[in-house]
């Protein structure tokens, strides 16, 4: 694979995962892993950007929404930012914006801690 499906990246105290791909089946499942690691970690803070795919499916939002209510636990949150209109609009049907914050840049999500 030319590129991997996610990266992870740091900000101050936050912790920043870079969704590179759709997130189908496989990739759902990455993201699951990734976002249960860092927050079995001490890892308080993530924002997740999604502003480079077009899809998204129920595993993934389930696991966003898994992992922000994990951390809320734990005095910490969960945000998205770089929604195309048709994942907004998804988000938005499931009831995850009800949970999970999203933000039209990385920086405005950052500022939201």
Not at 18 to 25: A, P
């Amino acid at each position: 694979m030319a590129q991997e499906s996610m990266t992870t990246r740091e900000s101050a105290d936050v912790k920043i995962v870079d969704v590179n791909e759709d997130l189908g089946s496989y990739v759902a499942a990455d993201l699951r892993k990734t976002l249960d690691d860092l927050a079995s970690q001490k890892t308080q803070k993530i924002v997740v950007n999604l502003s480079q795919i077009q899809h998204i499916n129920s595993t993934a939002i389930g696991a966003l929404v898994g992992t922000a209510k994990k951390l809320r636990q734990k005095d910490g949150d969960l945000k998205v930012y770089g929604l195309a209109d048709n994942i907004r609009r998804t988000f938005d049907l499931v009831g995850a914006s009800s949970v999970i914050e999203s933000y039209n840049s990385e920086s405005s999500a950052l500022a939201a801690f």
